[in-house]
């Protein structure tokens, strides 16, 4: 399975689930600590929120330490089953944290502890119900098109996933004439979907800015266990690139991340020109299929079955 320059993706917030990360936890020891780990650092028992029926795996203040925990003690898992040491990583919004991890750039235990803070001031960032987000769907979708159709509305493009999916966040009551306005903008590229999703919040847009100098107080902390030197192998959400070498600016940009595009298609396309092979490790596996709108294989790790069915193959 391991590849000189292979490169591992994870998957952030939406890609939860109850029971996520259970079949590794009760096999894999590794596993099993990495939960305990998460557990001690943030003072509530991190495995049972993620392996039972609890209501609070959807809130973004427990969703996101939770599916790190689990995307780590997946990988930590797999890499103590096989010879698999990737070479560059990435993540999407949430998992660039994770990713962060896998590279060695930042400590577990403190960027758990980070990640459950990052969650919570999301979720009080804008008042309940007054924000909402939304996927615009086209089988060429022009990102171009999509920011002069919004540019007027108190509304943003929140994720950048693919040529056939951007995500757009902003005001509830402006969506209609949104969704109005994409669909005839994009009439003409085929068949047309406009998906509001089940969020408690507008991420990634211009409402995030209330809470990012508070977020950046938090992202300050961490700055006595980053290693600039490993970050650059993480592609940033922000800039669509690989990290650089500079501590402050690593720490800019995360702070920015909150309220600007994740550039995930930029990602991908930075990733795939440094590895042919690509995993995604995570509790769901959203980004494979924007994988492959560029022609690129992505193959997902969801279950410890699905690992070892690949151990068997690769």
């Known amino acids: 399975m391991n590849h ?10 939406g890609s939860q689930r109850p029971g996520m990360g259970k079949d590794f936890h009760d096999h894999i020891p590794v596993s099993r600590r990495i939960f305990e ?11 049972a929120l993620c392996f039972g029926e609890d209501g609070r795996l959807n809130l973004t203040e427990y969703a996101q330490p939770c599916i790190l925990t689990t995307e780590i003690a997946m990988l930590r898992g797999i890499e103590s089953r096989c010879d698999f040491k990737p070479r ?14 896998a590279a060695g750039a930042l400590p577990f235990a403190e960027t758990v502890k980070i990640v459950h ?16 987000m939304a996927a615009v769907i086209s089988p060429r979708l022009d990102l171009d098109v999509v ?14 996933n693919s040529a056939q999916q951007v995500v757009i966040s902003g005001e509830r009551k402006a969506m209609p004439l949104a969704e109005k306005r994409l669909a005839g903008d994009l009439s003409g ?10 969020v408690s919040a ?39 690139h690989f990290h650089l070498e500079d501590m402050s600016k690593i720490i800019d940009h995360l702070t920015l991340q909150l309220s600007h595009t994740v550039r995930w298609r930029d990602n991908m396309k930075a ?12 509790p769901g596996r959203p980004l494979r299929d924007f994988f492959r709108t560029l022609d690129v294989a992505c193959q997902s790790i969801t279950t410890l079955s699905s690992a070892e069915r690949m151990f068997k193959t690769t």
């Open 4 to 13: 000189p320059q292979c490169a591992v993706v994870f998957p952030g917030q």
């Open 37 to 47: 780990e998460a557990s001690d650092a943030l003072g509530w028992n991190v495995a």
């Open 88 to 101: 560059w990583f990435g993540g999407h919004s949430l998992g660039e944290y994770t990713a962060l991890i």
């Open 117 to 132: 803070t990052r969650g919570h001031l999301m979720q009080e960032a804008a008042p309940l119900g007054t924000g909402t």
């Open 147 to 160: 920011e002069r159709a919004i540019r007027d509305l108190p509304i943003d493009v929140a994720n950048d």
């Open 189 to 198: 590229e085929g068949p047309f979907r406009f998906v509001n999703l089940n």
């Open 202 to 240: 507008p991420f990634h847009s211009r409402f995030m800015t209330t809470i990012q100098d508070v977020f950046r107080d938090a992202l300050e902390f961490l700055l006595r266990y980053l290693s600039p030197r490993k970050a650059v192998s993480v592609t940033s959400n922000f800039t669509g």
């Open 271 to 282: 990733l795939s020109q440094r590895s042919g092979h690509i995993y995604e490790i995570g």
